[in-house]
């Protein structure tokens, strides 16, 4: 079974379901079907990582690498893509222990500009009920 040799990490809104969505469009990428399925970051909460992630853990290397199994040799690149990895303490060093080769794609976007943009995310997914930004950015 193949394993993942590149992971996408960064911060909200910044542009990594836009990113994976683009590569697994090229025939000689895989990506796992759970976008962000949150292995690494182990000190995270698992509630936290099921809330923000795959809905159900992974248990263990076997069912992580099942998020792989159609990857075959026409695929030079697998890949998977959590946010979370981005502010985890350990997620870094465990992909590298799991994969001593991997890339790790970090993407960063202007904390302003983020910031509207997630408060807009935030109204779409009724966790905030100020419509107006100033106001909230105020609040």
């Given amino acids: 079974m193949k394993k993942p040799n590149f992971f996408i990490a960064g911060t909200s809104k910044c542009g990594t379901t836009a990113l994976s969505e683009y590569l697994k469009s090229h025939p000689q990428v ?3 079907d759970i976008k962000e399925p949150n292995y690494f970051n182990t ?5 936290y990582r099921i809330r923000f992630g795959t809905r159900e853990l992974l248990q263990g290397d076997n069912d992580y690498l099942a998020q792989f199994k ?12 959590t946010v979370w990895y981005m502010y985890s303490q350990e997620a870094v060093n465990k992909i590298w ?9 970090v993407m960063l976007r202007n904390p302003m500009a983020m910031a509207y ?12 009920n100020i419509k107006d930004f100033e106001t909230t950015w105020k609040f």
């Fill in 117 to 128: 943009w997630l408060h807009g995310q935030m109204i779409y997914s009724f966790n905030e």
């Fill in 97 to 105: 222990e799991f994969n001593q080769s991997a890339k790790i794609i």
């Fill in 30 to 32: 895989f990506f796992s």
């Fill in 43 to 47: 000190d995270f909460s698992e509630a």
């Fill in 70 to 81: 159609d990857a075959d040799n026409k695929h030079k690149a697998i890949g998977e893509g």
